[in-house]
């Protein structure tokens, strides 16, 4: 879309007419709840929502919402031809969108890579930062970058869902581990998840060993440098197969 014109601002009490926009993010009670009391303490501020001819709300989904539960008429806009790109072009701060919300919105347009991950997210309660690195091979320990997630290009297929699933569910397992130990979770996890997938290495028999000797790993905030104390973690005992975590990493990384 070139141009549009907005020359018109209605206001009304009939809230059903509204329409939730596929793809746009949920509305949390923690936001509705703060413009509620902005609201109440400020009076109500004219700033239209803005909708499309479908009366799908682009913009502004928190302020209906709020005036819904306050029993105050909603004024808004409406812009034809408007849709999802219009609706994240809105929400372009960080403060706006998370990095959930834009995975959430993928998978409600059907994209499949975007279902798998927001289910592992879901059903795992690891944040789809993390799985993302642990996805990538470990490329970004830390999991701490969205970027690809945001821009749509994340992708996870079938075979490789089921091989993430089984690795995040031994990660599980060594929450309260992780709790102990301190440090950045998300670079524990990562480079933990990172190690299990060397082909030399047991995965069942690491997580036994870090649960054994926890006491080894210090709260190091930078997921490379963990994989010095996973590696005398795991070799501790053994006088054959040895694997240097941290030296496999730097082999990856040329």
Known sequence: MDSYKIDKVYRTTNYAKFKRLIGNRNVTNSRVGIIKESIQKYGYISNPIICNEKMEVIDGQGRLQACTELGLPIEYRVVDGIGINECLAMNLKPTSWTVMDYCI????????NYKRLV???KTTKFSPTLINSIVS???NMGGRSGEKLRSGNFVLGEYDYLRIQ???SRLNTLRDVCKEIGGRTDSFYAATAWAMQLPNVDADRLVKVIRERANMIHPIANGKAYLADLTKVYNKGLSKGRVYFEVEAERNAK
Not at 105 to 112: I, L, M
């Open 119 to 121: 289910d592992l997210a």
């Open 166 to 168: 089984d690795i995040l």
């Open 105 to 112: 919105s993928y998978a409600e347009r059907d994209n499949e």
């Open 137 to 139: 091979g470990g490329n």
